[in-house]
């Protein structure tokens, strides 16, 4: 079995920052790609950033230069780091990972339960 588990969602005013955390457990032999999604009321679930094994990442344009992906490949966590948040961020955000599990030869996605981040004033 493998679990995604989120933390440090919340409600922030305009301009104000959150950092969201990730950790995977279970029997995982190797993580090959974890980041985040959202997904906002009424629209469908997009791409925030993810970083791959190799530390390469991918942000969505209107996240670049204001959020921030890291991981720590020993621990199995990855965090976004949010800054200058604006009300259009507000969504439930998931965590989401392609991991190899033992006993298994391909990668399958696993997502987090999700955790509510609310910018407003």
């Known amino acids: 079995q493998v679990q995604l588990v989120e933390s440090g969602g919340g409600l922030v005013q305009p301009g104000g920052s959150l950092r969201l955390s990730c950790v995977a457990s279970g029997s995982i032999i190797r993580i090959n790609r974890m980041g985040w999604y959202r997904q906002a009321p009424g629209k469908q679930r997009e791409l925030v950033a993810v970083?791959?094994?190799?530390?390469?990442?991918n942000y969505a344009d209107s996240v670049k230069g204001r959020f921030t992906i890291s991981r720590d490949n020993a621990k199995n966590t990855a965090d976004l780091q949010m800054n200058s948040l604006k009300p259009e961020d507000t969504a439930v955000y998931y965590c989401?990972?392609?991991?190899?599990?033992?006993?298994?030869?391909?990668?399958?996605?696993?997502w987090g339960q999700g955790t509510q981040v609310t910018v407003s004033s």
């Open positions: 970083m791959y094994s190799g530390n390469m990442t």
């Open positions: 989401n990972a392609l991991i190899v599990r033992v006993g298994a030869i391909n990668e399958y996605r696993y």
